[in-house]
């Protein structure tokens, strides 16, 4: 079974379906929901690569809700919800993650259950991960302020855009570090001007989402946890640009901070372990580039629950 799930997922990530008449320039009629922004994704690394499923070795489930630059009108609100665990075989791990979103007259879901397979290694284990789910995108243009209906810029139906897709990666973990690459969406959609979509599939359209970090410890009470996330696209080049650092106190307390140059924002976070179990997290980005005179920022809280975890204050996880 792992040698199969490593076969599709290097067939989905290298072979490019030309057939389905992806142009090899940019797209403008190209639909895509992309990778919503998270600043916590480091607790909940489910959301950005589907070989994360089952690395918290229980049962782990976590919500978290977003609030996108502040201040302004029909900014995006984002909701989360993720659930995986490895099997008794530990090998392999099932998962489940869903997150929707509203900007302005637009609503858009993703559902998606994800299947992964663990090899363990000597020091730690790697991971490959599939999901398969459905992206769902509405936007109501008939309650734009302006627009008489019918009007023949806009279509006529306020109907919404089902976009059944898949996700692969690979997440290498241990107790002292982390790295995954995955591809969050390998399929793509575009608009064919008459309310239709086709689907197309082309390297040309796919974005890589990278993340590494280590462990540092100084003492029992204090630990530092550096990481850093890339999001590469083959048609916009560098997305996303994340550096993070989180200082660990007493495995209790995680006081952290982010920049994220391609937006220029300051991530401050605070994390706090309840229960060796349960996790509250709170993060704030400050706007420090143009964005700054524009909005107040963005608020981002998440709360995880592990359910019969191995987890304990002599053996936490870090990753």
């Known amino acids: 079974m792992g040698k199969k799930v490593l076969y599709i997922l290097l067939f989905l990530l290298l072979v490019p379906l030309k057939s389905f008449g992806q142009t090899d320039g940019v797209d403008d009629s190209r639909i895509s929901l992309g990778y919503p922004v998270y600043s916590q994704y480091l607790q909940n690394g489910l959301m950005i ?24 009108d029909g900014s995006p609100l984002l909701q989360s919800i993720s659930l995986h665990s490895p099997l008794k075989n530990d090998k392999v791990a099932l998962g489940f993650k869903a997150q929707f979103m509203q900007y302005g007259v637009t609503k858009e879901s ?22 398969g789910g459905v992206d769902i995108s509405n936007t109501t243009y008939s309650t734009i302020q302006g627009i008489t209906v019918p009007d023949p810029v806009f279509v006529d139906n306020d109907k919404a855009y089902i ?24 399929l793509s959609y575009n608009n064919t001007g008459s309310g239709d979509v086709e689907l197309n599939h082309s390297i040309n359209g796919y974005s890589f989402i990278a993340s590494a970090g280590g462990l540092i410890t ?61 996790m509250f997290g709170f993060s704030y ?23 019969g975890s191995k987890v304990s204050a002599s053996d936490p996880r870090y990753f």
Do not use: C
């Open 49 to 72: 690569n589907p070989a994360y499923a089952g690395s918290r070795e229980a049962l782990s489930a976590m919500v978290s809700y977003r609030t996108q630059w502040m201040g302004i």
């Open 110 to 131: 993703s559902i998606y259950a994800i299947y992964a397979y663990h090899i363990r290694l000597a020091r730690g284990k790697v991971s490959f991960g599939l999901g």
């Open 163 to 186: 976009l059944p897709n898949v996700s692969a990666g690979v997440y290498y973990f241990s107790k002292r570090f982390f790295a995954g690459v995955s591809v969050p969406t390998l």
């Open 218 to 278: 100084f003492s029992d009470a204090v630990k530092f946890k550096p990481s850093a996330l890339v999001e590469y696209s083959v048609m916009n080049k560098l997305d996303k640009l994340d550096i993070n650092g989180n200082l660990i106190l007493a495995d209790i307390v995680w006081v952290g901070a982010s920049w994220r140059s391609t937006e220029e924002v300051l991530v401050g976070l605070i994390q706090t372990n309840i229960t060796p179990q349960l």
């Open 285 to 307: 980005d400050f706007p420090i580039g143009r964005m700054s005179s524009i909005t107040k920022g963005s608020m981002e809280i998440a709360l995880r629950y592990e359910f």
